[in-house]
Nanobody, 126 residues
Framework: QVQLVESGGGLVQAGGSLRLSCAASGRTFSSYTMGWFRQAPGKEREFVATITWSGSSTYYADSVKGRFAISRDNAKNTVYLQMNSLKFEDTAVYYC???????????????????WGQGTQVTVSS
């Protein structure tokens, strides 16, 4: 398994942007499909975005499509989530997740992932 550490969360006004990063340990990062999930208070954890091992394919939840962009740098063992046009309802703890295997991008269930980070808080003020 890889160890994952998220960073980049914070407080931002509605309409603003944030970039989350997730640094992974280990030498086999390029063998993992990576995803971002989020959990708002009192709600279930929900899928946000995923990216294949090569970065060639991505998949997004409808709620963030066109506003968020997932990317990765395998040389730096890091996956990113660029969040633009943030809305109050984007407020949540954001988690990075890793699934071993070079799968398709459409891996949207939390149970499909092997490793998780500790989460980073994103708060959007209205």
């Amino acid at each position: 398994q890889v160890q994952l550490v998220e960073s980049g969360g914070g407080l931002v006004q509605a309409g603003g942007s944030l970039r989350l990063s997730c640094a992974a340990s280990g030498r086999t990062f390029s063998s993992y499909t990576m995803g971002w999930f989020r959990q708002a208070p009192g709600k279930e954890r929900e899928f946000v975005a995923t990216i294949t091992w090569s970065g060639s394919s991505t998949y997004y939840a409808d709620s963030v499509k066109g506003r968020f962009a997932i990317s990765r740098d395998n040389a730096k063992n890091t996956v990113y989530l660029q969040m633009n046009s943030l809305k109050f309802e984007d407020t949540a703890v954001y988690y990075c997740a890793a699934r071993f295997g070079r799968t398709a991008a459409q891996v949207i269930f939390s149970a499909q992932y092997d490793s998780w980070g500790q989460g980073t808080q994103v708060t959007v003020s209205s």
